[in-house]
């Protein structure tokens, strides 16, 4: 199958979402019946708590581009929610946030 | 339109991992994940920003890249994303995207090929993200010290070379915590200059 037919041919989503946005089915159902892709998106929502759009990309093995579109259309009908990442300094370069990296520091730590 | 607003939501942690093709950026990312390694593909378009992909799709070159992507989590506050894609000029546009917020980044240098991981030093350098350079040392290679790989990339001497095997969980945990360790000393001289970090 062609990336764009699961999208309708669109590669640009109704709102915006970060690879990084998480994602939540709000169990409600669309209205619209929904094509194949949209339905697989919506499970793997509904499945587990705020995946990310990269990871259900890479579950739906389709290009991010398109994930965000079937994504932005079920955020259109109410079915899922998005949880937009919050980077830390409010988006630009972060590293003096010195209390954030030592808790990071000590996760990477705890894992050795 | 259902958005979550929420403010105590954890924040988001992004690490790049940068190098060029078959610097061992997928095996770097699929050790240290705890999910399976998912690899995902943004398509690019030839004609860039300002151009509308819907139309024309067909008739105009698309590439895709892919994209590795990657998760740990640290504690329940914290979770560090990873996303792995080649340093070609000719993707910097979506590395511009990957970017925004990010920690840093770990630039895979396969000393085979040292040349291939200059663009994305550039470019983290250019745009003062705090990266490190990671040697993956494959079998049978001549190894190059650290200080050699440093000559060769032309780096300055504040940024760690670190030698990694990519293929390792615990290698790739130590480099990028050796990642933070290098961003910690960058904080830590520009919120008091006269404090010195010997640590790398
Ligand atoms: N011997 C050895 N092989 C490696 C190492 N890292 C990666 N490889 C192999 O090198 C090849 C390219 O690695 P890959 O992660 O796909 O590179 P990428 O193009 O940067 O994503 C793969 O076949 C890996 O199995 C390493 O540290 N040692
Ligand atoms: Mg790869």
């Given at each position: 199958m062609r990336p764009y037919t699961a999208s309708g041919g669109r590669t640009r989503p109704g709102v915006a979402l970060d690879l990084l946005s998480r994602m939540t089915a709000t169990g409600v159902r669309p209205r619209v019946p929904l094509g194949a892709e949209h339905t697989l998106a919506l499970r793997l929502c509904a499945g587990a708590a705020a995946?990310?759009?990269?990871?259900?990309?890479?579950?739906?093995?389709?290009?991010?581009?398109?994930?965000?579109?079937?994504l932005s259309d079920l955020m259109e009908y109410g079915a899922v929610m998005a949880q937009a990442p919050?980077?830390?300094?409010?988006?630009?370069?972060?590293?003096?946030d010195q209390s954030l990296l030592l808790a990071v520091l000590d996760g990477l730590r705890r894992r050795l | 339109m259902a958005y979550a607003d929420d403010c105590d939501a954890p924040v988001t942690l992004k690490v790049l991992?940068?190098?060029?093709?078959?610097?061992?950026?997928?095996?770097?990312?699929?050790?240290?994940?705890?999910?399976?390694?998912?690899?995902?593909?943004?398509?690019?378009?030839?004609?860039?920003?300002?151009?509308?992909?819907?139309h024309g799709v067909e008739a105009k070159t698309t590439t895709t890249v892919a994209l590795d992507f990657g998760r740990i989590t640290l504690d329940d506050r914290h979770v560090l994303y990873l996303f792995g894609t080649p340093g070609q000029h000719r993707f910097w546009f979506l590395w511009e995207e990957l970017c925004a917020g990010a920690l840093g980044a770990v630039v895979i240098a396969d000393t085979r090929r040292l040349a291939d991981c200059f663009p994305a030093v550039d470019f983290f350098e250019r745009r003062g993200i705090g990266f490190i350079v990671a040697v993956n040392e494959f079998d049978g290679c001549h190894r190059y010290t650290p200080d050699?790989?440093?000559?060769?990339?032309?780096?300055?001497?504040?940024?760690?070379?670190?030698?990694?095997?990519?293929?390792?969980?615990?290698?790739?945990?130590?480099?990028?915590?050796?990642l933070v360790r290098h961003l910690l000393c960058l904080s830590s001289t520009s919120t008091s200059s006269s404090m010195e970090s010997g640590e790398a």
């Open positions: 995946l990310t759009v990269a990871e259900l990309a890479g579950q739906l093995r389709l290009p991010a581009t398109v994930v965000k579109v079937l919050r980077f830390p300094g409010g988006g630009s370069f972060a590293a003096d | 991992v940068a190098g060029g093709f078959g610097a061992g950026k997928t095996t770097f990312v699929g050790a240290v994940s705890e999910i399976e390694p998912l690899s995902t593909e943004e398509l690019l378009s030839d004609l860039g920003s300002g151009a509308d992909p819907l050699e790989v440093r000559d060769a990339v032309g780096l300055g001497p504040q940024v760690p070379v670190v030698r990694c095997d990519a293929r390792l969980t615990s290698s790739g945990t130590v480099t990028l915590a050796a």
